[in-house]
């Protein structure tokens, strides 16, 4: 019943709660009953968990493609669950993050050299997980509106 509402209580992936259910001293088998139960009265989901993960960590915290696709690696999400997942992402939306993040970045940089803030606005983008070939266009075309 605890592992109903653990699970209903926000989206997991199948590993965490493989390491909750270790955590709690349980054996292999009756860990994979588990699962397998969780799976199917559908309280574990990681398609959905991927969705959600996706939506959220791109509007709050407005990471880029990379580095979400990285994290629900960390998480042993599949490569399937975690593309099908990726497509929830509007490409309008995208790149307006990505935009709205060079903007401000390049106006917090005012008193750096032309050349020290274009690496620097790259640097923070990619460590966001923008892709450096996106990074790079926008930062072009950002460059000559200027």
Not at 46 to 75: D, M, S, T
Not at 127 to 133: D, I, S, T, V
Request: with cysteine; charged share 35%; glycine share 4%.
């Amino acid at each position: 019943m605890k592992l109903k509402h653990y699970c209903g209580y926000q989206d997991r992936c199948h590993q965490e709660v493989k390491e909750k259910l270790y955590s709690l001293k349980l054996g292999k088998v009756t860990v994979e009953m588990l699962l397998s139960r969780l799976i199917e009265e559908d309280y574990l989901n990681e398609e959905r968990y991927a969705k959600a993960f996706v939506g959220g960590h791109f509007r709050q915290k407005q990471w880029g493609k990379v580095k979400i696709a990285y994290a629900l690696k960390q998480k042993r999400v599949s490569e399937y669950n975690i593309k099908k997942a990726m497509k929830e992402i509007p490409e309008e939306d995208y790149l307006a993050v990505a935009e709205k993040l060079i903007t401000t970045k390049w106006n917090t940089l005012k008193n750096e050299q032309y050349i020290n803030r274009t690496v620097k606005t790259m640097a923070f983008l990619q460590q966001r997980g923008f892709e450096p070939g996106l990074v790079q266009s926008i930062l072009k075309k950002f460059r000559t509106d200027k």
